[in-house]
């Protein structure tokens, strides 16, 4: 019984980590319907920029981690929104009226950029994340442990997951975004200046992806230029199980694959793991073939 | 079935309601071999939706649709093209990133007796059907004029040679039956009258049933035999185009004071 | 050109010093490399310089065969050392064994890669005797009956050294209660940790790299798991302490040497690996460190870098007096030699 | 005449292959290898192109593909027991590829079915999740070696048949789209609903292009197998899916002439990009970026398509 | 208030227009005409900054428009009903209409505005919450127009407005042009089908205008 309760907490907290992802995939690909692919090597971006900046900060403000935590954060943030950003206007503006495919391989050249890149710049080797989360015991029997980590980490994705809806659906930015996303030409129409809706998407796109990385880091504490490419993938699918574009599908995507993988290995087969998850996502896909919360287009014949 | 022996076609008591909306209602149609039939009515009256319906794009929530006394309720889009109904679009759907040779080319593809081993292999059938495919290709562009832009990509030619390209295409499908959902939108006063010359030749040449949809009147009177008016989705007039013109209900929901 | 001409010997060295194992690869480069500019620092072999080519593997096993062949074929090296992992070292050496010139992996420890040839070596001890080790250790020095198993099913040296583990300790008389897996590249391990806990095991063997082990002590220490783990060869990092810090008490793993071994040789390199790179060296330093050594030694004796000769000559080395241990080639081209049990901490027993 | 043109060119491809690989042994070693490699991939690409380029249905699942018509045709020679050089071997290579493809082919068959309800990127996840699915099954069967691989697989692939694959494979595929039938997928590309209306079953044309392309991926993967003579799950993960992708995007989709020579561009590419060692893949991948803006319809765009080829061919043949 | 002088435009190799000029007075309703393919949708697109000119110029109230951006374009108070509707298909219709007034601060003219659009169009507050993607080919029609006055432009441009519009209604749009043209003072461009030349006085004696003569003959 209080291994099922674990795992669930197991689970969950899993699958807040690959949400937060999520949500970057889907920002982006709601407004450019193309899969971001360095998305995950921003988030591995953003957990250096917190490794090299935390043990200069952390001194500065006198060791409090309640202060140095945030400015982290929001360094990495403005790092990975500046990479982001710039990225958008290198690689992925002059493309912009052709197939979405062509965008697609040079998003994953741009992946393998900053993979290999990292591995050069960073060096391979695993770095050891320093503290930035407070690591609080909630709860501790001996057969059931929570730590205030994972919840802090379930409530900022709740916490964003929010505020990104809103800025979606409810303020003119987002309105904007919508409407990009559907026709660029129409909305440019309507007097939207397109570059800076894409901007401020890669902006906020990025600034997830380097809070998702500093959380990352700080729940598993061992960070390397590669770390992005697995929780990426895991991320990616779950925003495309909740419905890619959709950002409460995202964090619905995410907690479910979480969950179904630590059930998998916890239950059934651990060596199938990712094979089970793949195949549950399939048949979900199938009877929903747009994700959970996402909707078909609807086209007029 | 007990369908008239001389219709190509029937809608029994046909409707179709989207979410609350209800389209089309107890819709009865019925289309001779050999008819040349209009369908006008004011927008959003479900004209198209007819179209979609009889095609397959859309399943009827109620009535049948007979085709040649078959019940084609259910089929595939592909199965019902199959049958023989063959259509063109209100929004022009052409293969964009073909050329009109090769736009015309798949509708010719379901009357191939070839298939994948004979064009993989090259057997001597498939270059004699490959020949017979050309010729007809050719055939049927020089009829509608456009054997001059034969190689250029079709979406890119001006909107009114779109819009043959896709009478073509339909044509092509070799149909007992066509629809045809606006063929006149976008064409000049010249395009039109060659447009109406045309729809008449492909019915005296290839014996067929033709179902237009059309806003413009001069067009619609000019050809038609006999007219149906959609309004709610309900029809609210059927006759011959005299008799439409005047008909007050008509004038009311759709032509207004000054009709053409 | 090849070797024979001028005043150099080539060596070729695949490693993957790109991908998802450049730690490894890096590591590995390191010891060739110190190798290398000792034995030209005191005027090289038979009179010529050494020439260390080094070809990236990307961590793919097709890019393995791809550069071995490109070494051998191209750049006519008379000797190749590599790979780390046994999944590209088993992708290179029939390349090696049908061109006739000797390899030799300083920690593809798979039993099948020496199978592959008479051409093929290695200077690490093979899975079957790690596994051995540590069913030993744990069965007889810690007394402990009940082990659980977390392996990297990804990984063929994992999934080996757990079989090979396994195969011992039920041997023994031991049991295996949960056997559990995870992917290489996974960082959340508490789902597995949970269901190993729930099954109370006295020891939990984590057969694995460093980086993920680390990450596993520290996530079953906040899980409240006390019993100990314990590792083998691919525990050894110094990154082992830095990223699982105080989880890491009361955890062991079998290793290849002891930085604290007071034997000159292990003290010697350790100084001049720390100088040139500033770093302590990790296990795989210190068998790349060997494999060139041990050739060095052997083309010595050898008098020749000509194929046949050389191997001849490596097939013949009897108690190398190496970083990582007294070292002698068995017939089966397997290095016989000693294994060291560490504990986390300063002080490490020796078995 | 004309009309068999593709049918000679194949015939003299085949031939100029077999005398190719009697020299073969003059050829560097390393830089047989590479061309293998190429001739592998191009048959990779091309096949990929069928289901991507042609009938546009964007799948990431062909290095599935690849393994299960490697691991198939390894299981084949290594029971029969050929040995290269053997004259068995000129029966056994054939069974064991043929019988890679048709594994690779049925699996094809599965894969194709999600793609009759799913588009996109939800097609594209799911036929990765399938590629991954393979792969974890075989990392979990012993008898294949699992994580460890297959050993020992007999040293068959050389010249001859990997370019002979190349051209059946070219041929099969361009012949398949360049006929009125093959036109079907391009319909299915551009537009499914108006293809339907046009009397063409997109459902089979899909299936049918998955099942192709798998078979010839899957034939590609027992040429791999037997040249590296080792195998295992690792080497046909997802990322020699996209690697592949890569490859029929920069080509230029629905190009097979483009695909090929990206195919091989793409392998030289980092192979003559070695000496720069660690900076290699940075390279690498900032080229593949430069590529893409630079040429964004593909390196040729539509100016070097065998359909306009083979058309001026066939415009010369038929008098219309 | 609109000059274009010796526009040329090209996509890819195709010469779609080679040197129209034109210009219109404020307050005119200026009436393109011209044969399939002369170019007039490819002008108006290229005024609303869609597409690039490759030569000449075009100037708004004497502010150099060519090679903006669009967005700048509408704030400058160019506004257009594209041809091809460019519906945003799956916002509403409400939403569409919304969209229009990206640009604008002022709610209560906003609902003015949204409310003059449901009186021309009754059939879009019908279907006021219906996705603009299902709407059929004449409501999407009205929508574009409904949403290119939302706008609320100094110059109107619309690219046959008239297009897949039921007779009752065709009427009433004109009249509707009109009316707008008269009682807010817009300057409005309007391409139409020959032969459906609808506006009377002061259009007509555009239509004779040299410049969109010019168009009209589009150099064929
Ligand atoms: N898929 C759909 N979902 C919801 N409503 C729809 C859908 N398709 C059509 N409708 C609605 O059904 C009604 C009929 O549409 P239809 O396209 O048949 O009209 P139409 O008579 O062809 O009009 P027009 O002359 O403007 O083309 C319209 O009000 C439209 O909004
Ligand atoms: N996207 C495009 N790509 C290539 N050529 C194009 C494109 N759009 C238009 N053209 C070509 O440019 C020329 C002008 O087209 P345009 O649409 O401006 O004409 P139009 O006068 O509006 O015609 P219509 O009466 O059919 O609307 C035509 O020859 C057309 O084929
Ligand atoms: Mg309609
Ligand atoms: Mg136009």
């Given at each position: 019984m209080s291994e099922l309760l674990q795992q669930i907490i197991n689970g969950i907290s899993l699958g807040s980590i690959y949400a937060l992802i999520a949500l970057g995939y889907t920002m982006v690909y709601g407004v450019l319907?193309?899969?971001?692919?360095?998305h995950g090597d921003a988030f591995m971006v953003g957990a250096f920029v917190g490794y090299y900046a935390a043990p200069r900060i952390v001194p500065l403000v006198g060791g409090s981690l309640l202060i140095a935590g945030p400015i982290t954060l929001l360094l990495s943030m403005l790092v990975c929104s500046a990479l982001g950003v710039t990225i958008e206007k290198l690689a992925y503006r002059p493309l912009r009226?052709?197939?979405k495919l062509t965008i697609l391989i040079t998003a994953i050249g741009i992946s393998l950029f900053l993979e290999f890149g990292g591995q050069l710049v960073f060096g391979p080797d695993p770095k050891s994340f320093p503290t930035l989360l407070p690591s609080a015991v909630i709860i501790n029997t001996p057969n059931l442990v929570l730590r205030s980590t994972p919840v802090i980490v379930i409530a900022t994705t709740v916490g964003l997951m929010l505020l990104l809806r809103f800025i979606v659906m409810k303020t003119k930015l987002g309105t904007a975004m919508r409407a990009v996303s559907y026709n660029q030409s129409a909305a440019s129409l309507m007097g939207i200046n397109i570059d800076t809706v894409i901007s401020f998407t890669f902006v906020l796109g990025s600034s997830l992806a380097a809070a998702a990385g500093i959380l990352y880091g700080s729940l598993y504490p061992s960070i390397n230029?590669?770390?992005?490419?697995f929780p990426g993938l895991k991320a990616f699918i779950s925003a495309v199980l909740g419905g890619i574009g959709n950002i409460p599908g995202a964090a619905i995507g995410g907690f479910i694959i979480g969950l179904i993988e630590t059930f998998v290995t916890g239950y059934l087969s651990p060596t199938y793991r990712d094979a089970i998850a793949f195949g549950i996502l399939i048949l979900i896909l199938l009877f929903k073939p747009s994700g959970i919360l996402g909707r078909a287009e609807s086209e007029k014949v | 079935m007990n369908s008239a022996p001389g219709n190509i076609l029937e809608l029994k008591a046909c409707g179709i309601n989207f979410g609350g909306l209800t389209?089309?209602?107890?819709l009865e149609v019925a289309i001779g071999r050999r008819d040349l039939l209009g369908m006008i009515g004011p927008n959003g009256a479900g004209k198209t939706t007819v179209f979609n319906m009889i095609t397959g794009v859309y399943q009827p929530t109620k009535g049948s649709v007979l085709f040649d006394g078959r019940n084609?309720?259910?089929?595939?889009p592909y199965q019902i093209a199959g049958l023989g109904i063959g259509r063109t679009f209100q929004n022009i759907r052409l293969f964009?990133?073909?050329?009109v040779y090769e736009n015309i080319q798949v509708s010719l593809v379901k009357t191939l007796r070839h298939g994948f081993s004979h064009s993989t292999l090259q057997l001597p059938r498939f270059h004699e059907e490959e020949r017979a495919v050309r010729a007809s290709i050719v055939e049927l562009l020089e009829i509608f004029n456009l054997t001059h832009v034969?190689?250029?990509?079709?979406?890119?030619?001006p909107y009114g040679d779109q819009r043959r390209t896709e009478i073509v295409r339909a044509l092509a499908t070799k149909p007992q039956l066509l629809l045809l959902d606006e063929?006149?939108?976008?064409?000049?006063a010249t395009e039109k009258v060659e447009l109406m010359r045309l729809i008449r030749l492909v019915k005296e040449r290839f014996d067929i049933a033709i179902l237009l949809i059309e806003h413009d009147m001069k067009v619609v009177m000019g050809i038609c035999e006999r007219i149906i008016v959609l309004d709610y989705g309900i029809k609210i007039a059927e006759g011959p185009p005299e008799a439409i013109r005047n008909n007050l209900s008509v004038i009311e929901a759709y032509l207004g004071e000054q009709a053409a | 050109g090849g070797g024979g001409g001028d005043n150099t010997i080539q060596i070729g060295e695949y490693s993957s010093?790109?991908?998802?194992?450049a730690t490894f690869g890096t590591s590995t480069h390191k010891g060739a490399t110190l190798v290398m500019q000792e034995t030209n620092a005191s005027g090289g072999v038979l009179g010529k310089q050494i020439k260390l080519l080094t070809e990236d593997t990307q961590s793919k096993p097709e890019e393995a065969a791809t550069v071995v062949t490109k070494l051998i074929t191209?750049?006519?090296?008379k000797a190749v050392v590599g790979e780390v992992a046994s999944g590209r070292t088993l992708a290179a050496a029939p390349i090696c064994q049908s061109n006739g010139v000797p390899m030799i992996t300083p920690?593809?420890?798979?039993?099948?890669v020496t199978q592959v040839g008479d051409y093929i070596f290695r200077v690490c001890f093979t899975d079957d005797f790690q596994g051995d080790v540590i069913a030993r250790f744990v069965h007889n020095?810690?007394?402990?009956?009940r082990a659980a198993i977390l392996k990297d099913v990804k990984n063929e040296y994992s999934v080996g050294l757990a079989h090979y583990f396994a195969q011992s300790f039920k041997q023994m008389g031991?049991?295996?209660v949960v056997e559990q897996a995870y992917s290489?590249?996974?960082?959340?391990f508490k789902a597995q940790l949970t269901a190993i806990k729930a099954a109370d095991p006295e020891i939990i063997i984590v057969p694995g790299y460093y980086n993920e082990a680390a990450l596993i002590v520290k996530q079953g220490r906040e899980l409240n798991i006390k019993v100990p783990f314990m590792g083998g060869d691919?525990?050894?990092?110094?990154?082992l302490l830095e990223i699982g810090g105080a989880s890491m008490e009361g955890t062991y793993y079998a290793n290849?040497?002891?930085?604290?071994?007071?034997r000159p040789v292990v003290q010697n390199f350790v100084k001049k690996f720390h100088e040139k790179y500033n770093e302590t060296p990790d296990a795989i330093a210190a068998l790349s460190y060997d494999a060139v050594s041990i050739l060095m030694d052997a083309i010595r004796r050898a008098g020749s870098t000509d194929g046949p000769k050389l191997r001849d000559a490596i097939a013949a080395t009897k108690d190398f007096d190496g970083v990582s241990g007294t070292i002698t080639i068995d017939n089966n081209r397997n290095a016989s030699k000693s294994a060291v049990v560490l504990a986390s901490g300063p002080d490490d027993r020796q078995e | 005449m004309g009309v068999h043109a593709t049918k000679v060119v194949l015939l003299a491809a085949i031939a100029i292959s077999f005398i190719v690989s009697l020299f073969?042994?003059?050829?560097n070693p390393y830089f047989l290898q590479i061309i293998i490699y190429i001739g592998i991939n191009i048959i990779l690409a091309t096949s990929l192109n069928l289901i991507?380029?042609?009938?546009?249905q964007f799948s990431l699942g062909h290095a599935g593909f690849m393994a299960l018509g490697g691991y198939t045709g390894a299981v084949v020679s290594t029971t029969l027991g050929a040995t290269p050089g053997g004259s068995s071997a000129v029966i056994i290579l054939p069974l064991a590829l043929v019988l890679g493809g048709i594994v690779a082919a049925l699996a094809g068959l599965l894969v194709g079915i999600p793609s009759l309800r799913l588009r996109g990127d939800y097609l594209a996840i799911t036929t990765l999740g399938f590629g991954e699915i393979i792969r974890v099954v075989i990392q979990n069967l012993d008898f294949l070696g699992g994580a460890r691989g297959f050993t020992?697989?007999?040293?068959?692939?050389n010249f001859f048949w990997v370019f002979s694959v190349v051209s059946i494979t070219v041929f099969v595929i361009s012949n398949l789209v360049n006929s009125s039938y093959g036109k079907g997928f391009l319909a299915v590309r551009d537009d499914e609903i108006a293809a339907q209306a046009m009397g063409i079953n997109t459902t089979k044309y899909k299936v049918v292009a998955f099942v192709t392309g798998a078979f010839f991926a899957g034939v590609a993967g027992g040429l791999y197998a037997h040249f590296v003579s080792y195998i295992n799950?690792?080497?046909?993960?997802?990322i020699r899916s996209i690697e592949i992708v890569v490859m029929v995007i920069v080509g230029g989709m629905g190009n097979t002439p483009g695909v090929i020579i990206a195919a091989a561009l793409l392998t030289i590419l980092p192979e003559a990009l070695r000496p720069i060692a660690e900076y290699r893949m940075v390279i690498y991948s900032l080229s593949l970026v430069i590529i893409m803006i630079t040429r964004p319809q593909g390196?040729?765009?539509?100016?070097?398509s065998l359909r306009s080829l083979l058309g001026r061919l066939r415009k010369q043949a038929m008098p219309v | 208030m609109l000059t274009v002088e010796r526009l040329e435009v090209r996509y890819g190799g195709i010469h779609a227009i080679k040197g129209v000029s034109l210009s219109i007075a404020r307050g005119q309703i200026a009436t393109m005409l011209g044969a399939n393919g002369a170019g007039k949708t490819t002008t108006l697109r290229t005024i609303s900054g869609l597409v690039k000119a490759s030569r000449g110029t075009i100037r708004f109230e004497d502010v150099e428009l060519t090679n903006r951006p669009p967005h700048e374009i509408v704030a400058l108070g160019v506004g257009q009903a594209p041809e091809g509707r460019m519906?945003?298909?799956?916002?509403?219709v409400k939403e569409n209409l919304e969209m229009g007034a990206y640009?604008?601060?002022n709610r209560a003219e906003i609902q003015n505005d949204l409310d003059f659009v449901f009186s021309i169009f009754p059939r879009l507050r019908e279907r006021?919450?219906?996705?603009?993607?299902?709407?059929?080919g004449g409501e999407q029609q009205m929508l574009a127009i409904g949403r290119a006055l939302m706008t609320r432009p100094r110059l109107l441009l619309l690219d046959e407005?008239?297009?897949?519009?039921a007779p009752i209604l065709v009427k009433t749009i004109f009249e509707k042009i009109q009316e707008i043209n008269r009682e807010l003072g817009m300057t409005i461009l309007l391409v139409v089908e020959t032969g459906?030349?609808?506006?009377?006085g002061k259009a007509s004696e555009i239509a004779k205008n040299e410049g969109v003569r010019k168009a009209y003959l589009g150099e064929t």
């Open positions: 319907r193309f899969i971001n692919f360095p009226p052709r197939p230029p590669l770390m992005g490419v | 389209a089309v209602s107890a084609i309720v259910g089929l595939k964009p990133s073909l050329t034969m190689n250029e990509r079709a979406t890119s030619l063929p006149a939108a976008g064409m000049n | 010093l790109t991908g998802t194992a191209r750049d006519g090296v920690s593809s420890t798979n039993p099948k020095s810690l007394n402990l009956k031991g049991e295996v290489e590249g996974d960082n959340d691919g525990w050894d990092s110094a990154k290849h040497y002891s930085t604290s071994d007071p | 073969q042994s003059q050829i991507n380029g042609y009938a546009g020992g697989i007999p040293k068959l692939t799950p690792q080497q046909f993960s997802f390196l040729f765009g539509r100016e070097l | 519906i945003f298909a799956n916002l509403t640009l604008r601060k006021i919450k219906q996705p603009g993607g299902t709407l059929s407005p008239s297009l897949g519009i459906e030349l609808m506006i009377e």
